[in-house]
């Protein structure tokens, strides 16, 4: 996802963001600023996300550890992380990315590997298999949806449900938008499979050939390749497209707020971003139980009334009010029919040294031009 960590998220989380302490940079090379002996310091993203993760997490370990929470509400960036380990100057203990980000930075060897040997059993039976990395914790879950305006699209007439329908223009007229592949694995290439035949278990190794093909179908009937979270959230609160893909989140806030939309959620594109401890913390050890704390069912049922986030212990689910669990990506009965994206496929490097991210973007970069 290019150099900045998850960088339509983060712009989503900074469209919010309160920027309550300085960036995860500034820490870096700010010595001065340094940690406290014993002081847990934790990146927590921008804006009621933030928010949400300190009154779900923050405040209630510090309660029950005595332990000192110093919340920042910012994400880091690989350049800070990266400068902080190689330059053991670590002043942020833990810190979030996104799965592409995470795989990519552990392969660099710069995160503590989580010891999964203070969990709790119930935690680690409940933590979804892709919750469970050497170098990560899962937290916020979130997907790519279709989404489609039930003005357009109302009920008792014939619906999208599957991305071949979604590319099938003629059955299903309407304009459309998806996402660009600017960002690298952010792009519409999953879809592009699905749409072309490929079983969602078939999906990676990808067939980068095959995406383009699929997408050469369906780019004259693109009306906008959206490049942001807000960009696409006001095109659906406009009315300026009928069919998307978009974030579960965006969609469902508009939901909220009343405009005629409706999310599909069969062949949605689940992801999610990691905890990690970074290499050389000087508190590693209360760091490593912090994440053990808020992979706890009770806490992330807690922040996921707070934020729409699907939590990564599914057993949060049991404890959710069932509307509220519905409305959210991680929901076992949707996990079914979702297909997750292998980030670990998209930093694997070919022949040529580049990653497949970086294949995906060059191959974009050319095509969209055409």
């Given at each position: 996802?290019?150099?900045?960590?998850?960088?339509?998220?983060?712009?989503?989380?900074?469209?919010?963001?309160?920027?309550?302490?300085?960036?995860?940079?500034?820490?870096?090379?700010?010595?001065?600023?340094?940690?406290?002996?014993?002081?847990?310091?934790?990146?927590?993203?921008?804006?009621?996300?933030?928010?949400?993760?300190?009154?779900?997490?923050?405040?209630?370990?510090?309660?029950?550890?005595?332990?000192?929470?110093?919340?920042?509400?910012?994400?880091?960036?690989?350049?800070?992380?990266?400068?902080?380990?190689?330059?053991?100057?670590?002043?942020?203990?833990?810190?979030?990315?996104?799965?592409?980000?995470?795989?990519?930075?552990?392969?660099?060897?710069?995160?503590?590997?989580?010891?999964?040997?203070?969990?709790?059993?119930?935690?680690?039976?409940?933590?979804?298999?892709?919750?469970?990395?050497?170098?990560?914790?899962?937290?916020?879950?979130?997907?790519?949806?279709?989404?489609?305006?039930?003005?357009?699209?109302?009920?008792?007439?014939?619906?999208?449900?599957?991305?071949?329908?979604?590319?099938?223009?003629?059955?299903?007229?309407?304009?459309?938008?998806?996402?660009?592949?600017?960002?690298?694995?952010?792009?519409?290439?999953?879809?592009?499979?699905?749409?072309?035949?490929?079983?969602?278990?078939?999906?990676?190794?990808?067939?980068?050939?095959?995406?383009?093909?699929?997408?050469?179908?369906?780019?004259?009937?693109?009306?906008?390749?959206?490049?942001?979270?807000?960009?696409?959230?006001?095109?659906?609160?406009?009315?300026?497209?009928?069919?998307?893909?978009?974030?579960?989140?965006?969609?469902?806030?508009?939901?909220?707020?009343?405009?005629?939309?409706?999310?599909?959620?069969?062949?949605?594109?689940?992801?999610?971003?990691?905890?990690?401890?970074?290499?050389?913390?000087?508190?590693?050890?209360?760091?490593?139980?912090?994440?053990?704390?808020?992979?706890?069912?009770?806490?992330?049922?807690?922040?996921?009334?707070?934020?729409?986030?699907?939590?990564?212990?599914?057993?949060?689910?049991?404890?959710?009010?069932?509307?509220?669990?519905?409305?959210?990506?991680?929901?076992?009965?949707?996990?079914?029919?979702?297909v997750l994206i292998n980030s670990k496929w998209y930093a694997e490097k070919g022949s040529d040294g580049l990653t497949n991210t970086e294949k995906l973007v060059q191959r974009w970069n050319e095509w969209i031009l055409l």
């Amino acid at each position: 996802m290019s150099f900045s960590i998850n960088i339509n998220r983060r712009r989503f989380m900074q469209a919010a963001s309160t920027a309550l302490a300085a960036g995860a940079l500034s820490i870096a090379s700010n010595k001065a600023s340094g940690q406290t002996p014993g002081e847990l310091r934790v990146l927590v993203y921008g804006g009621d996300t933030g928010k949400a993760m300190i009154e779900a997490y923050v405040k209630p370990f510090e309660a029950e550890t005595g332990i000192k929470m110093t919340p920042i509400t910012d994400q880091g960036d690989r350049a800070s992380i990266e400068m902080m380990v190689a330059q053991n100057n670590v002043t942020v203990d833990v810190v979030t990315a996104n799965q592409g980000s995470s795989f990519e930075l552990s392969q660099k060897g710069l995160f503590e590997p989580i010891d999964y040997s203070i969990y709790r059993t119930e935690d680690l039976d409940g933590l979804a298999d892709f919750a469970k990395q050497p170098f990560g914790v899962a937290n916020v879950v979130y997907a790519y949806v279709m989404v489609y305006n039930t003005e357009k699209f109302p009920a008792g007439k014939p619906r999208p449900t599957t991305w071949a329908e979604f590319w099938d223009v003629n059955s299903f007229p309407g304009v459309r938008s998806l996402v660009s592949g600017q960002y690298g694995s952010e792009g519409p290439w999953e879809e592009a499979l699905l749409a072309d035949g490929v079983a969602p278990k078939e999906i990676y190794p990808m067939d980068i050939d095959r995406v383009f093909k699929s997408l050469d179908r369906i780019k004259p009937d693109i009306r906008k390749w959206w490049g942001t979270g807000s960009e696409i959230q006001q095109m659906m609160h406009d009315k300026a497209v009928d069919l998307v893909n978009a974030y579960d989140g965006r969609a469902g806030t508009l939901i909220k707020q009343g405009a005629p939309l409706e999310i599909n959620r069969n062949q949605a594109k689940i992801t999610w971003d990691y905890w990690q401890i970074l290499k050389g913390s000087p508190n590693a050890h209360a760091a490593q139980k912090f994440v053990a704390f808020t992979a706890r069912a009770d806490r992330q049922a807690a922040f996921s009334q707070l934020m729409p986030f699907g939590p990564s212990n599914l057993n949060a689910f049991k404890v959710l009010p069932e509307d509220l669990g519905r409305s959210l990506a991680s929901h076992p009965d949707y996990l079914r029919s979702s297909v997750l994206i292998n980030s670990k496929w998209y930093a694997e490097k070919g022949s040529d040294g580049l990653t497949n991210t970086e294949k995906l973007v060059q191959r974009w970069n050319e095509w969209i031009l055409l």
